[in-house]
């Protein structure tokens, strides 16, 4: 910890979390630039004596707030699944956990767009690989080989990832409510099977490669 640049400062109350949070706030309103230490220390009512306490520069802010992020994305995502032993009931559970907070998906896209910082790259594809390899561990347990469950992972979070962009570029376009929960529905059931079994393969004419497509079930 590093001493404060005065000694008004120098037992401030804000802990580093209360940075870092503050930091994925302004974030997810005005990108990566917004994060700068004198608004931070106005929009917490301290002063910067307070910042140089907890982090000796910008970047060292930067990269608690990353870390910050990147725990809530993951491994906290998924202490909210739990254990549940059906892989079907847990890829449902995943996929509504990522479709229910806008401020969240807000945040990621502000951070993916600034990944031409080296740092921020480096959580950005931490996160996105910890996720799609959550999602092929659960496709794989429904009962798919290797690389169809990766080609059903990677369509979820296509759509997952579509959804964002939805939200953020023209949020009319995405139902809330009730009209929601049926797009909800509409998504799991195609995104989702109940196992390997319920998927035909399907070989396209003049095209070596199987395309996944679903059988015609009874709308569970």
Known sequence: MKAAANGS?????LTAEDWARAALDVMAAGG????????????LGVTKGSFYWHFPNR???????????????????????????????????????????????????????????????????????RRMQYLVQCYEAL?????????WARFAYATFMGNLQIRRD????MPGGAPFNEYLKLMIKTLIPRSAADVTPVVEENHPHVVPLRRATDGT
């Open 170 to 173: 023209t949020p009319d376009l």
């Open 143 to 151: 009962g798919f080989d290797a690389a169809r469950a990766q080609h």
């Open 59 to 129: 970047e060292a802010l930067l990269r608690a707030a990353l870390e910050r992020w990147e725990r809530r994305e993951t491994e906290e995502v998924l202490a909210r699944v739990g254990d549940e032993p059906d892989p079907y009931a847990r890829i449902v559970k995943v996929f509504k956990e990522a479709n229910a907070g806008y401020r969240s998906g807000r945040l990621y896209l502000a951070i993916a767009a600034a990944e031409d910082n080296p740092l921020v790259r480096e959580f950005v594809q931490r996160v996105s690989e």
């Open 9 to 13: 400062d120098a037992k401030p109350n």
């Open 32 to 43: 990566l630039d917004a994060v700068a230490v004198e608004p931070l220390a106005r929009r």
